[in-house]
Every structure is written in structure tokens, then in C-alpha cells.
């Protein structure tokens, strides 16, 4: 059972960043897929980024403002955000696979079997 731990959420103003830090533990495969999705108030939960394999996929929301990577010591996969807009405002959910995914199915959260309980980020205008 691989277990998801988000950190480093927080509040800041539009234009701001933060840095968003999701650690495994578990039986955590390394090499597996981990993503990030967000959830507005009402609103469903929605693909941000994901790395498998070497590869990094983005929303077009975010493309060129965010950044996902993961440290190859540890595994720790972070999501950077630079350039927050208030419409950024969301509950922040880590997630993992033991497995690939492309572009297109990387967006999809029924691949995805392992969730964190979410961090939030507030961007105020």
C-alpha cells in the first residue's frame, strides 16, 4: 500500500509561486507515475502535471508556469508554480500509479490508485 503526503501549500498573491512537494512511503514504486489534480470549490477534480518515465505532461492551464519533477534520491516529486492566478485556487492532490502514461492518459484519475489527502493554495488578486 504506497501512501501519498503533500506539503507546501499555502496562501500568496497573484503573480506569486510556491513550491508543492508530494513524498511516497509504502510499497512505492519509483519508477511509477505520480500526478497532480486540483479541485475548485464545486468544481471537479482536474489534471495539473504528471512525470512517468522520464516524461512530464501538463494542463494547458498551467503549461509554462508550472513545473513537476522528481528527485532521484528520494522520489519526492515536487510541482513547482510560478506565475499564480487566482484562478490557480484549488485543493492540490498528489497521485500515483505503478505504471505509464501518455499525454492523454495521464489526465485520466481512474489510472491513478494511490491519493494524498490534498494540500491548499489560495492566490489572491
Known amino acids: 500500500q504506497v501512501q501519498l503526503l503533500e506539503s507546501g501549500g499555502g496562501s500568496v498573491q497573484a503573480g506569486g509561486s510556491l513550491r508543492l512537494s508530494c513524498e511516497a512511503s509504502?510499497?512505492?514504486?519509483?519508477?511509477?507515475?505520480v500526478g497532480w489534480f486540483r479541485q475548485a470549490p464545486g468544481k471537479e477534480r482536474v489534471f495539473v502535471a504528471a512525470?512517468?518515465?522520464?516524461?512530464?505532461h501538463y494542463a494547458d492551464a498551467v503549461k509554462g508556469r508550472f513545473t513537476i519533477a522528481r528527485e532521484t534520491d528520494t522520489g519526492t516529486v515536487h510541482l513547482q508554480m510560478s506565475m499564480l492566478k487566482p484562478e490557480d485556487t484549488a485543493v492540490y492532490y498528489c497521485?500515483?500509479?505503478?505504471?505509464?502514461?501518455?499525454?492523454?492518459?495521464?489526465?485520466?484519475?481512474?489510472?491513478?490508485?494511490?491519493w494524498g489527502q490534498g494540500t491548499q493554495v489560495t492566490v489572491s488578486s
Open positions: 509504502g510499497r512505492a514504486n519509483s519508477r511509477g507515475t
Open positions: 512525470t512517468t518515465r522520464g516524461y512530464r
Open positions: 497521485a500515483a500509479f505503478d505504471g505509464f502514461c501518455t499525454a492523454t492518459s495521464c489526465r485520466d484519475r481512474r489510472l491513478y490508485n494511490a
